[in-house]
């Protein structure tokens, strides 16, 4: 993984696509990041790097952009308002009731409700203000349904903390953890993904690797028996990326082949069939020119996936679950195969709880489908059926939460 551009779940190539994304060269600031009240007067300043914002539903202080001198703010947004921890950032991951940021001195932040510890900092207290966890990262992935998470340091070795009902943290037992802990010895780790009770992870060598829950076959090994340590796949090399539904999981190969194994009950590998697969099957429909692919669990039973592909001349296609029109597209009956998605220059999308949201490589944001606490931040809670662009500032990655969705801007630019 190259240490910058950061390289995104999803991408054969990381941000090297990503025209948003720089070498940092300064880190000086004229004032704090944070949320700036109706009427307050901000100033636009050149820097390079990436500032955080947020919408959705503030439950838990998940969202971390209270205004200047409040605590614990709670308050649902309806427009993308950059946090109040100062920096300039490289990763996000929005997990259930939570939210990480990695900046560029590789420094990795949390906050949010922290009910099992999937904070990682020897506690279950919410944290009402970010607080750094001690170490030096470069991937970090919070599940977006439950309340676990697992992170890769910069040297390589992989960590895990929060709950742990189902063996998820790959420490061999099923003991919460509410403080980091190392997964074994090696330190060859690449990039890692979480699903619902299971994650995947990827090696520098392109193996891929897998625990957890193993229900509708998402670990990618055969047998359906699940598994409490990182097991290996049939995927020995090859392998760029992986990104995981809720019980499904994708891998996008350095040849920018797909391959999906898991549910596939509303046609989320895009193979015409709804039959699912207990080991990784190549899903020849989808041809060799991938760049970017995402596997998300939109809402609802937990069997719904979507799937978005993003071709290597920025089209995007999806296949699955459509309801809600998250797809935006009008006919909200689910694709065995994949369909074309209005738009061009397509960057990343991805979508949770039948909300979407995709980056163009313009820096535009733009989405569809349900919006209940406001996070498509477009100024309200109303459903989208078609993609509509959010605000005029510019965008390098996005992700979402069941409630809440946070994003990184397009370098170049802070409000203070």
Avoid at 85 to 100: E, M, P, Q, T
Avoid at 288 to 317: A, E
């Amino acid at each position: 993984m190259p240490v910058w551009p950061f390289k995104k779940s999803g991408y054969v190539n990381g941000y090297t696509n990503n025209p948003h994304w720089q070498e940092p060269e300064f880190t000086d600031r004229h004032s704090p990041c944070g949320y700036w009240p109706v009427g307050t007067t901000s100033t636009q300043t050149l820097l390079t790097g990436g500032m955080v914002s947020a919408s959705g539903h503030g439950g838990g202080s998940r969202m971390g952009n209270s205004p200047p001198g409040t605590v614990g703010d709670d308050l649902n947004r309806v427009y993308f308002d950059e946090i109040t921890r100062d920096g300039l950032y490289k990763k996000i991951a929005a997990g259930s009731d939570v939210s990480f940021v990695i900046d560029t001195d590789d420094n990795m932040w949390g906050i949010g409700l922290n009910s099992e510890g999937e904070l990682g900092i020897g506690d279950n207290l919410q944290k009402e203000e970010w607080v750094q966890i001690p170490g030096s990262w470069k991937d970090v992935s919070s599940s977006r349904h439950y309340s676990w998470t697992v992170a890769i340091k910069t040297d390589g070795t992989m960590w895990s903390a929060g709950e742990n009902s189902k063996g998820q943290l790959a420490q061999g037992d099923s003991v919460d953890r509410n403080v980091f802990t190392q997964i074994g010895s090696q330190t060859d780790w690449n990039q890692v993904e979480t699903g619902s009770f299971y994650f995947a992870a990827v090696k520098d060598n392109g193996s891929v690797h897998s625990c957890g829950d193993n229900q509708q076959g998402c670990l990618g090994i055969s047998g359906g028996a699940s598994y409490d340590v990182m097991t290996a796949t049939s995927k020995s090399s090859g392998i760029a990326s992986v990104s995981c539904g809720y019980q499904y999981t994708g891998l996008l190969g350095t040849d920018g082949k797909v391959f999906m194994a898991g549910a596939n009950t509303r046609g989320q590998y895009g193979d015409g069939t709804q039959v699912s697969q207990t080991e990784f099957k190549e899903i020849t429909e989808a041809g060799t020119d991938n760049v970017f692919l995402s596997c998300n669990q939109p809402g609802g039973t937990v069997w719904m996936g979507t799937t978005f592909l993003i071709k290597s001349n920025g089209t995007m296609y999806a296949a699955g679950n459509n309801e809600f029109n998250l797809m935006g597209i009008p006919d909200t009956s689910f694709k065995v195969n994949y369909s074309l998605i209005p738009g061009e220059d397509w960057l990343e999308c991805v979508c949770q709880n039948y909300t979407t949201v995709g980056v163009k490589s313009s820096g535009e944001a733009w989405g569809v489908g349900q919006n209940d606490s406001g996070n498509l931040g477009l100024g309200d809670e109303l459903p989208r059926t078609d993609f509509e662009k959010i605000g005029s500032d510019l965008w390098a990655h996005v992700e979402i939460a069941q409630l809440h969705t946070i994003m990184i801007s397009s370098p170049g630019y802070a409000w203070g």
